[in-house]
């Protein structure tokens, strides 16, 4: 990639991880890569989808229609300063790009420009689309956006994710749903006068004592976790009136985590009703498990092993080294992608490197890994597909301080060129040859087995952000 895109792709990065906004909140981040869009002549609409951090840009006319999917949330309580190997967050605040989405989105947004580059340079048919998905953690971002169409008129999304390794996603992920459970009780003395009190704080111990039984006669790949979100107050001498569960409710595929919810919700009734108490229930999110496209991700890993892994110097070595001491190597051995080809050259270079420079090779499959992503909502909608880039050391994965900290770094910035290039490639290919689109929509044909993609979200249900 020429030297000034990818200067100005590293001030974008750098500003997104110093807003560092969480779900529906990345007004500056949003507008940020709006004005930026704009500059290298996309056409931009925003808000979408009753979103007003959402955005897509155009570019373009005609067939294909390739989609870049771009994430630029960050997450509550993954603060830290840049570049510093010890956990040190920042006094001003709390939130931090600890699953690298301002790399996320920066690098689809280079993939998008590469790709407009190519159309323009060569005058072909082709239409781009990038697609600024806010909220992927906790808000479904996405999948407002495929209920509201946006992905209806492309032929492929094409998107990636920051990591520790290089490699082509596949398999799926779980789809989930996430409720709230308020119970609403009486309150009253709970020594003059418990007999008249009905505590909904008792409903939320029995629902999640329920649950737990519960968990016994589920799948082993289906996940209920939970978090009282409020306790009914601090005082034991009152009985507590109001109190409130937030569950999260994970399995294999949309129709499945649906009849879970609904054995969840039954548990929840059954504790207002031990407790005399009454429940709400209040549906927050839900997210489809993803659709693998293997013919998508021959695609990409053909483009993948023509570009080639980043060269890293002494420097970048160094860096990564420290960042990888910080966590334990028996951990680091023991949290390896799935239907990794040749496991023990990955291990080995886990044990010998600082980081992942090798393209770490996978066979196809469809399993489904434990998480979720609203990526999984677009893949119901037409073919996608994803690819990890290393963005930092071996070590720490998602989520942790660590992959704040190194969120700034040379490093990252070459994962999310490489993933800008790679993507790019492959929607070259794909323009070049419409029989892999034809061959990827056959796919998705076969896969979806004449279903068609409903939105776990109810219809009544926008985009918020409940406190
Ligand atoms: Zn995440
Ligand atoms: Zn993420």
Redesign the pocket.
């Known amino acids: 990639m020429r030297k000034d895109y990818q200067d100005k792709l590293y001030a974008l990065l750098c500003d997104i991880w110093g807003y560092s906004e969480t779900m529906f909140e990345e007004h500056k981040s949003c507008a940020r890569m709006v004005e930026f869009l704009k500059e290298e002549g996309f056409e931009v609409q925003t808000p979408v989808a009753d979103m007003d951090t959402a955005y897509v840009g155009v570019y373009g006319s005609g067939k294909p229609v390739i989609c870049f999917l771009a994430?630029y949330d960050a997450l509550h309580g993954m603060s830290q300063e840049a570049d510093i190997c010890k956990y040190s967050p920042l006094e001003e605040r709390e939130q931090g790009h600890g699953?690298?989405?301002h790399l996320?989105g920066t690098g689809a947004i280079g993939a998008a420009m590469l790709y407009k580059d190519y159309l323009q340079e060569n005058g072909i048919s082709g239409t781009v689309k990038i697609v600024g998905c806010p909220a992927?953690?906790g808000g479904s971002g996405k999948a407002y956006l495929a209920r509201a169409g946006f992905f209806d008129d492309a032929d492929v999304a094409l998107t990636w994710?920051p990591d520790n390794f290089h490699m082509v996603t596949t398999g799926s992920s779980q789809a989930c749903i996430q409720a709230f459970f308020d119970f609403h009780g009486v309150s009253s003395h709970a020594a003059a006068a418990p007999h008249l009190g009905r505590s909904a704080l008792d409903a939320v111990e029995i629902m999640d004592v329920g649950a737990n039984y519960l968990r016994e006669h589920i799948e082993p790949t289906e996940r209920l976790h939970y978090a009282i979100v409020k306790t009914g107050g601090e005082s034991p001498n009152v009985v507590q009136a109001e109190a409130r569960v937030k569950y999260l409710i994970r399995s294999t595929s949309a129709k499945k985590v649906k009849a879970l919810y609904e054995r969840v919700c039954d548990v929840a009734r059954g504790a207002a009703m031990i407790t005399g108490t009454t429940v709400d229930i209040i549906f927050d999110e839900g997210l489809y498990d993803t659709l693998p496209n293997f013919a998508l991700e021959d695609v990409l890993k053909e483009s993948f092993l023509k570009i080639g892994i980043p060269e890293y110097t002494a420097e970048e070595r160094a860096y990564a080294k420290a960042f990888k001491e910080s966590f334990p190597l028996e951990n680091a051995l023991n949290n390896v992608p799935g239907a990794v080809i040749d496991i023990m050259a990955l291990k080995d270079n886990i044990e010998e490197s600082e980081l992942c420079d090798i393209f770490v090779d996978r066979i196809h499959y469809e399993a489904c890994e434990p998480g979720s992503?609203d990526v999984g909502d677009v893949s119901w909608v037409l073919p996608t597909a994803q690819i990890s880039t290393a963005c930092y050391s071996h070590g720490a994965g998602?989520h942790s301080w660590q992959w704040t900290g190194q969120g700034k770094s040379s490093i990252a910035l070459k994962g999310a060129v490489l993933a800008a290039e790679v993507l790019a490639d492959a929607a070259k290919s794909l323009t070049e040859k419409p029989e892999l689109i034809e061959k990827a929509k056959a796919e998705f044909a076969k896969r979806m087995r004449g279903q068609k993609y409903e939105c776990l979200i109810p219809a009544d249900v926008k985009p918020h952000i409940y406190s």
Request: aromatic letters at 0%; a negative charge; charged letters at 30%.
């Open positions: 994430e699953c690298g989405h996320l992927e953690e994710h992503t998602a």
